[in-house]
């Protein structure tokens, strides 16, 4: 614990509301980024419907791999190569084809409300949302597993810090994403 005047305050706190804060500026940046490509966004019918699923998809499945490599490393697990090897082909694999599967899942969704809602066909929806999700994973899958590392090399807790930080980093990424595949489409 450090001592600062007369208060107590411990580093788990500070590691957590580190965190915290930056996962309210990444999230601010995310969502000032967003808001100055509104009407790109808009011209996709169904999008919109998409987004938060896939903002919260990122976040949710790089999370828990993100605890579960935290996890493993706070149990001293992954001592040797080869077992750290395989352990993160395995996860990266479950990682990638859950990211892969839900994503279409959530483009089939958006694409029938369009659909029986609307009445629009557009099954453009379903491409943009697997590819946004496979370009956003190749980025956040590396990242995620590096920053776990890197904080616990560093002697932080990244059980308290991982969490904020994937969230906000798939976020941003997704965002960037979807917004490329959207140009490459469109």
């Known amino acids: 614990m450090k001592i600062l005047g007369k208060k107590r305050i411990d580093k788990d ?3 957590i509301s580190f965190s915290e804060l930056l996962a309210m500026t990444g999230g601010i ?3 000032t980024f967003l808001l100055g490509l509104i009407d ?3 011209l996709v019918v169904g999008l919109f419907i998409l987004f938060p699923g896939l903002l919260e998809m990122h976040g949710n499945i790089y999370g828990s791999l993100s605890a579960r490599l935290s996890n ?3 149990l001293k697990k992954l001592k040797e ?3 750290r090897r395989y352990f993160i082909r395995q996860n990266v694999l479950a990682s990638f084809f859950l990211i892969l599967f839900i994503s279409f899942v959530l483009g089939l969704i958006s694409y029938f409300f369009i659909y029986f809602v609307f009445d629009v066909n557009n099954p453009v929806i379903i491409y943009v949302a697997v590819l946004s999700s496979l370009l ?3 980025v956040e899958i590396p990242l995620t597993i590096y920053a776990t590392f890197w904080f616990y090399k560093h002697s932080f807790d990244p059980e308290d810090i991982m969490g904020p930080y ?3 980093l798939g976020d941003i990424i ?3 994403s979807l917004i490329l595949v959207m140009g490459f489409l469109l």
Do not use: M, Q
């Open 40 to 42: 790109n966004i808009s």
């Open 81 to 83: 190569k080869r077992d």
């Open 166 to 168: 994937v969230t906000t």
């Open 136 to 138: 956003g994973s190749l």
């Open 29 to 31: 940046i995310g969502g």
């Open 72 to 74: 493993l490393l706070l």
């Open 13 to 15: 706190f500070l590691e």
């Open 174 to 176: 997704s965002i960037v």
